[in-house]
């Protein structure tokens, strides 16, 4: 059961629901889901570098990374930039 009240279960299993789809489509995209990239834990640093992943050798465009971590796409865009500077100065790969 997802909740004592009817209404706030439906709520909670709409979301269940779209969560789960989320990572179905992105599993049949033959890519892994924003959830297995980006940890919520996860240092700035290493936030910035698995964003540049996610962008560059997933495919994820900076507004579904944006749209996951509920933040605004251009900051994304920056953030993508600044790594992939940062990777070409110092020769760094993405793998």
Not at 43 to 48: A, F, I, L, P
């Amino acid at each position: 059961m997802f909740s004592k009240t009817l209404a706030m279960a439906r709520k909670q299993y709409v979301a269940f629901v779209l969560e789960r789809l989320q990572e179905a489509l992105e599993s049949g995209k033959g890519r892994p889901a924003l959830s297995d990239i980006l940890m919520p834990d996860m240092h700035k640093d290493e936030r910035g570098h698995a964003i540049a992943i996610a962008h560059m050798k997933h495919g994820y465009s900076p507004a579904e990374i944006a749209k996951y971590l509920n933040i605004n796409r251009s900051t994304v865009s920056r953030i993508i930039s600044r790594c992939t500077t940062t990777s070409t100065n110092n020769h760094m790969r993405w793998e």
